[in-house]
């Protein structure tokens, strides 16, 4: 035991004084160089000994096992078809999680899409007639023209207008504020007209006429209310989808307030339904749950990959 403690503490001590002798003499990168080479190679093996035995304590399967489920599938993913090249982690090892049996390898996205949709084939089956075109021949909502570059939303009037019609903003989006100029000038004009806002304006003139810099109010500024649920709303719509609340109000009554996906009702999800929008035509779809239009971003909006999808859970 003796023995065992001084070889123990002759390894603390020797990577503490290279950790001492490093952080004095190199750089960060010259640093991690010099330390793996320096630290035993089985603290460089760790990686690959706990991914062993993640593969046999939660799968019950070996790395050759895993080697060989990637060479049946030709090293691509066995519903989006993405080769492993292509791919920024390992493949993910889907499995029932009732009867725990491993159906194959997907990448990340699909194995996510498939828990979103609790490795439903009917919710699958109906993402694919909700994103293909048949299904879209009809719109309730007069699909808008999306903003073009060099244009911003004025939270105000609620209108599109050119970049140079608003005020310089450090913290704005696009560096311009919120509102447009001509609504600037008329909330200052009311703001001026009311007894505080001219008591306000002649103060600041008499000092700047002695001093030539602004008054220090003595008075601490006031804070600013926060804005609430709906106003946040109803910007992000117009913004973002180019429709109002009334409009997203109609879509919801038309869908019955139900989700088109899963058709899980309104009344027993805890947020509201999303907008679903495509990504390349910038037109709104239609409303989802949370789940399913998330189900359908990793999915890519492909009907191809729901349609493989469905394939692979029936295999």
């Known amino acids: 035991m003796q023995q065992l403690s001084g070889k ?10 290279t950790h001492l002798f490093l952080s004095n003499q190199f750089s960060i990168v010259e640093k991690i160089n010099m330390t793996e080479s320096i630290l035993p190679p089985k603290i460089n093996r760790r990686k690959a000994i706990y991914r062993k035995h993640d593969l046999k304590r939660h799968y ?20 989006c078809q993405k080769p492993e090249s292509d791919l920024n982690q390992t493949f993910h090892i889907d499995h029932c999680h009732n009867s725990n049996e ?38 309730l909502i007069e699909n808008p023209e999306p903003i073009k570059d060099g244009y911003k939303f004025c939270c105000s009037c609620q209108e599109i207008k050119v970049l140079d019609d608003f005020y310089n903003h450090p ?38 006429l002695k ?28 913004g973002k989808y180019g429709i109002s609340v009334e409009e997203y109000q109609r879509l919801a009554e038309a869908q019955n307030y139900c989700c088109l996906g899963c058709g899980t009702r309104q009344s027993e999800l805890k947020k509201t339904l999303f907008v679903d929008h495509c990504h390349v035509t910038k037109t709104v779809r239609g409303l989802l749950c949370q789940n399913c239009n ?22």
């Open 211 to 238: 001093f030539g810099k602004k008054p220090k109010t003595s008075n601490p500024p006031k804070k600013r209310k926060p804005y609430t649920y709906e106003q946040r709303a109803k910007w992000k719509l117009k």
């Open 60 to 79: 019950n399967i070996t790395e050759s096992d895993f080697d060989k489920l990637r060479q049946k599938q030709n090293y691509a993913c066995a519903i």
């Open 294 to 315: 998330f189900a359908v971003g990793c999915f890519q909006d492909n009907p191809g990959v729901c349609a493989n999808a469905i394939k692979y859970l029936k295999n």
């Open 171 to 208: 913290k704005g989006k696009f560096g311009k504020m919120s509102s447009c100029k001509k609504c600037e000038a008329i909330r200052a004009k009311t703001t001026r007209s009311t007894p505080e806002g001219k008591a306000k304006l002649k103060k600041y003139n008499d000092y700047y």
């Open 8 to 17: 123990i503490r002759g390894g603390i001590e020797s990577v503490t004084s």
């Open 102 to 139: 491993i159906r194959g390898l997907l990448c990340v996205s699909c194995n996510i899409g498939l828990g979103m949709v609790f490795d439903s084939k009917e919710i699958l089956k109906n993402l694919v007639n909700y994103l293909t075109k048949e299904h879209h021949e009809v719109t």
